[in-house]
């Protein structure tokens, strides 16, 4: 079509050319391999032979125009005119491709589409070809069907009539037909009402028979030539309704572009009965091979779906699969060719596309056991072996997991499928890479919480011994020994960081979170130290140490001549002092505390961490202080009382004196001595069980009996003196 497009405007000048040359396009249905066209060199159209259209031999039957022919008309007409190939030669047998496009292409161009047919094919349906006309009518509707603005004038000429049926009536049945023709086609969105009227007008010719009917043959095509060449008659065909409104001068361009649309529209393209017969047997042959394939495919896929990895789904969809390629090849091989190929590659789709949701489906069971065995036993092997090293165990494990889900992905191979699993494998590393991040998260967790649980023996024997013994370099010890444990949790942490592949980036939060959670421990057990009844002690502690002991630790003994009220005042003033220091931690002997912003995460706030007695606890912890004191206070005044009242020494010795004798005569009377003995080993045995509460609770008891049996003996007396009165 392109080089026509070259060759159209010479052609439009030969001769001298016209300016505004008007196509039209014979269409010869069902003649041109029978007998000359309509339009011959003899009849018609030209009797001077001015244009060089090819003709059928009387001497050998074959088809004479192939592919489209173009000429101008003769005598200066400005009409350009295709002679198009008959839509049922033998040359092309059963493919009609070519027949369908190059009639759409004519209806699309002509203004005037002369359709060449036999009388005894009118009212055949088959034999008039209908069903091309069908489809090109259809088409044509559909592509050009928004677009046209002028009408195609469809000229019928109706060949060899020699019956007695008139004209009329061969023309109402073609018109018939065309009718019902064009209200069975699909039309498309839009055009559901259009008509045929709308589109094309109708016209019908006969010719008599060119062998019984030479002379009259002759005199009606040159009747006929007339409505083609001279415009005052009344059936003069070349109207203002049909004129396309294309220069000469575009129409090369014009006719390349609707041929273009007509050959990369697929609705021409219909198959051949070899086509059809293909692909309803291939069609057959792959509903009966698929059948076993997809009991194979049933029987494993409930499995696959309740997530298990099944072991021979690979090797056995596998041997279905080349089992039903197998019967499709040796059944369908034998059909056309094309055919064969495309169901074939369909078949295959069909099998992969079932197999590939089924793998699909496998690799992602095996992706969520990776990811789920990985955690838990990675998990696992930390926890039970700490020691191992995290990055060392973690690799491992990591390497045996892809290795088995490769391992389950490569059995579901199969040669020349166009999917993979890459994305699944990637999926997969990412998986384990973000899971190794958990890991190494819930590691370093672990390491800070053993780590803390180390310091946290350490802070609390320090902060017990230095606020134990308060002094002014009680604080200073705390922060030393503070600072310590940090120095050595540091090292511990860097050095298991290191081991877990914990990047550098990541050192800083880790150190801050430690910490902050060593210097957690240290006020928790700062705290502690300085509770209401701990704080109690220690100040009573040491009131006693300034109060009840000497200088050199030893017990005092008041004696009446001892300042105890200024010992006194001394020693709780000394004590009340330590109430401030036990208040608010002292930081400045500590170096790690002097970067707080970054020693501690940010914001963490560490200035309410120092105060660790408030005023109004403080204030509340000096009055009981304070009564304690006292106490203490007025026990050693009675102690000193007691050392100024004991029993005289002549008062002892005149007490033996005077006792003497009746001392003498207990001893020497075994009566009164049993009896004595009797009731001092009494004495001394409850003395030393501690049992005199109990027997002076039983004495009173069994007083109190007897007083009331006594009173009630009394009263009984009394009533039986009342009567003798």
Known sequence: MSSYGQQVPDLLHRNGGFADAVPSGPYHQGTKDRGKPVFTRLQLI?????????????????????????????????????????????????????????????????????????????????????????????????LFGTQRENKTLLYFVIRDHVSQTPLSSLAKTLKGDLERIWDSLNKPEGLGDARLGDYFDL??????HLL???????????????????????????????????????????????????????????????????????????????????????????????GQIVDELGPATRA??????????????????????????????????????????????????????????????????????????????????????????????????????????????MLLEATTAKLRKAEMERVLQLLRREARDTLSEVIADHLGNPDDGMWAGVMAGFDATCVDADAKLLERMETAGVEAAGYSALYRKLHKALWDDATEALREEVGDQMVLLKLRTA?????????????????????????????????????????????????????????????????????????????????????????LYLEAKRSMVATQNQVPMWMIALLVFLGWNEAMTVLFNPLYLVLVAMVGGTAFVIHSLGLWGPVFRAANGMAGMANDRVHHLLVEAVNRTEPAK
């Open 46 to 142: 030209d009797q001077d032979q001015a244009f060089s259209f090819d003709v059928m031999s009387d001497a050998q039957r074959q088809q004479t125009t192939r592919g489209i022919w173009a000429d101008r008309g003769s005598d200066g007409m400005p009409v350009l005119i295709l002679d198009v190939e008959g839509t049922d030669g033998r040359e092309r047998g059963e493919n009609q491709d070519f027949e369908r496009k190059s009639a759409l292409f004519s209806l699309a161009i002509s203004e005037v589409l002369i359709v060449n047919m036999w009388e005894h094919t009118v009212g055949l349906y088959n034999g008039a070809n209908m069903g091309l006309l069908k489809t090109v009518l259809e088409v044509n509707l559909q």
């Open 212 to 306: 019984l009917q030479p002379e009259n043959f002759e005199r009606l095509a040159l009747k006929l030539r007339n409505q083609f060449t001279d415009k005052k008659d009344e059936k003069y065909v070349f109207r203002q309704a049909y004129k396309r409104r294309v220069p000469a001068d575009g129409f090369p361009h014009y006719a390349e572009s609707v041929w273009e649309k007509v050959v990369s529209n697929k609705d021409l393209d219909l198959p051949t009965q070899q086509e059809l017969l293909a692909q309803y047997r291939c069609d057959e042959i792959a509903a009966a091979a698929i059948g076993p394939f997809r009991q194979v495919v049933d029987t494993v896929r409930p499995r696959v779906q309740s």
């Open 320 to 429: 279905a699969r080349e089992q039903a390629l197998g019967d499709f090849d040796q059944q369908a091989a034998r059909y056309h060719a094309e055919v064969y190929k495309k169901k074939r590659q369909a078949f295959v789709q069909t099998l992969d596309g079932e197999l590939h949701a089924v793998y699909l489906n496998q690799v992602k069971n095996a992706l969520t056991l990776a990811a789920e065995s990985f955690a838990s036993q990675g998990q696992r092997m930390l926890e039970e072996n700490p020691d191992a090293g995290f990055r060392e165990t973690v690799r491992a494990l990591r390497r045996d997991i892809t290795k088995r889900f490769h391992a389950t992905v490569d059995a579901l191979a199969i040669p020349g499928v166009p999917w993979t699993f890459a994305s699944e494998t990637t999926q997969l590393d």
């Open 203 to 208: 016209q019908f010719e006969s010719l008599p």
């Open 543 to 631: 009131l006693e140490d300034r109060f009840r002991y000497d200088a050199a630790g030893l017990p005092r003994v008041w004696k009446p001549s001892d300042d105890i009220d200024t010992q006194f005042s001394s020693a709780r003033a000394s004590a009340q002092a330590l109430l401030p220091k036990f208040s608010k931690v002292d930081i400045r002997g500590s170096i790690k505390l002097r970067s707080r912003e970054d020693f501690f995460p940010a914001g963490y706030d560490f200035t309410r961490t120092l105060v660790l007695i408030t005023p109004a606890r403080a204030r509340e912890v000096s009055k009981r202080f304070s009564r304690e004191a006292d106490a």
